[in-house]
């Protein structure tokens, strides 16, 4: 199994950057697909973005393209997502997440072996 730990989130105005972090423990990481999700009040866990276990394939929800990056480096066992250009409907809890799969383009939650505890991002307009 691996243990998931985010950081990296805040409160920050309309249209500005955040990076989240995620560090990663035991063995399966650099053997996983990594991806994040989100949970906004009310609603329902949502896919955000997925990347390979080489760090091939990002993939992201429409609601993001072109605005966030995932990466990973696999010597550090971390996964990032950097987050431009932010909108006040982007505040949600961030999940990061390790896929059974090493490659994986949208993730659901079934697919998903271990889960981070989440960190807060806040946008105000």
């Known amino acids: 199994q691996v243990q998931l730990t985010e950081s990296g989130g805040g409160l920050v105005q309309a249209g500005g950057s955040l990076r989240l972090a995620c560090a990663a423990s035991?063995?399966?990481?650099?053997?996983?697909?990594m991806g994040w999700f989100r949970q906004a009040p009310g609603k329902e866990r949502e896919f955000v973005a997925s990347?390979?276990?080489?760090?091939?394939?990002?993939y992201y929800a429409d609601s993001v393209k072109g605005r966030f990056t995932i990466s990973r480096d696999n010597a550090r066992n971390t996964v990032y997502l950097q987050m431009n250009s932010l909108k006040p409907e982007d505040t949600a809890v961030y999940y990061c997440?390790?896929?059974?799969?090493?490659?994986?383009?949208?993730?659901?939650?079934?697919?998903?072996?271990?889960w981070g505890q989440g960190t807060q991002v806040t946008v105000s307009s």
């Open positions: 997440a390790a896929d059974r799969a090493p490659y994986r383009g949208p993730m659901t939650s079934s697919d998903i072996i271990s």
């Open positions: 035991g063995r399966t990481f650099s053997s996983s697909a």
């Open positions: 990347i390979s276990w080489s760090g091939g394939s990002p």
